[in-house]
């Protein structure tokens, strides 16, 4: 490997480290090491993370050399300004990328994250700005998670689990987990998508399964699944 990819190739990794750690801040999970090496996990096969625990706290140690992030106590990792800025130029990149693939493309929304994870890396400034201004400013990504940049303010705050919802509430589905593949493509076969207004027919913690009721069909979810889409209740009154 030639030192210019080298280089680059370290780059690349940096914005991975700084999009996962923007994402687990805005999940409100603590970003210990640990934390950050189980979301790495969840990452594209082709990013070639390497997700082990010797693997992520040389990279943080690199990070923490740069000025991108500070190691505190307890293995907990936080953004210094530089590195919070750097993140969410990663994330607005990534999120503007996911939006591109799926509304000027065509592209399946089952292929909007993977794709994104590989066009990130060379977004410049200025294709950013054309990229935005052809999709007219877009809000939040085609999963619901907030564009930086883009939006005044949108947080999680009025958003709940789907989990944590009751029997015979109406919702409607704000942001769905883009991360597993699997679970993404179910999520788009029952449209279980955002703006979809949907009912908890049952909220069955007991058996660990969730039934949505969606356009007079009954959807089945598990809980560890529900724990990761975000809705906000409804009064359909």
């Known amino acids: ?9 370290m780059s690349s990794v940096t914005e991975n480290y700084l999009l996962s750690l923007y994402i687990l801040r805005e999940q409100n999970e603590r970003a210990t090491q640990v934390h950050l090496a189980d979301y790495i996990r969840k990452l594209p096969p082709e990013e070639g993370l ?14 923490e050399k740069d000025n991108l992030v500070v190691v505190e106590g307890k293995k907990t ?7 919070l800025k750097a993140a969410e130029t990663m994330i607005r990149r990534h ?3 996911s939006c591109m693939v799926v509304e000027m493309l065509d592209m399946p929304l089952e292929r909007a ?15 950013e700005r ?6 007219n400013n877009p809000a939040k990504c085609p999963f619901g998670r907030p564009i930086p940049g883009n939006h005044q303010t949108i947080s999680s705050k009025g ?8 029997t015979g509430t109406h919702v409607q589905i704000e942001r769905i987990p883009p991360e597993d593949q699997s679970l993404l493509e179910f999520l788009i076969s029952k449209n279980i998508l955002p703006k979809q207004i949907c009912t908890v027919a049952e909220a069955g913690k007991y058996r660990g399964v969730l039934v949505l009721k969606i356009s007079n069909e009954d959807v089945s979810l598990g809980y560890q699944a529900a724990e990761q889409i975000l809705v906000e209740r409804i009064d359909t009154e």
């Open 130 to 135: 054309h990229i935005n201004n052809k999709l």
């Open 77 to 83: 990792v936080r953004f210094t300004p530089a590195g």
């Open 159 to 166: 958003l709940f689990k789907l989990s944590e919802v009751a």
């Open 95 to 97: 999120r503007l990328a």
């Open 50 to 63: 390497g997700s082990s625990l010797p693997s992520v706290t040389a990279m943080l140690k690199r990070m």
């Open 1 to 9: 490997m030639s030192e210019t990819t080298q280089k680059q190739r």
């Open 113 to 127: 994250y993977i794709e994104a994870h590989r066009l990130e890396h060379a977004i410049s400034n200025e294709l």
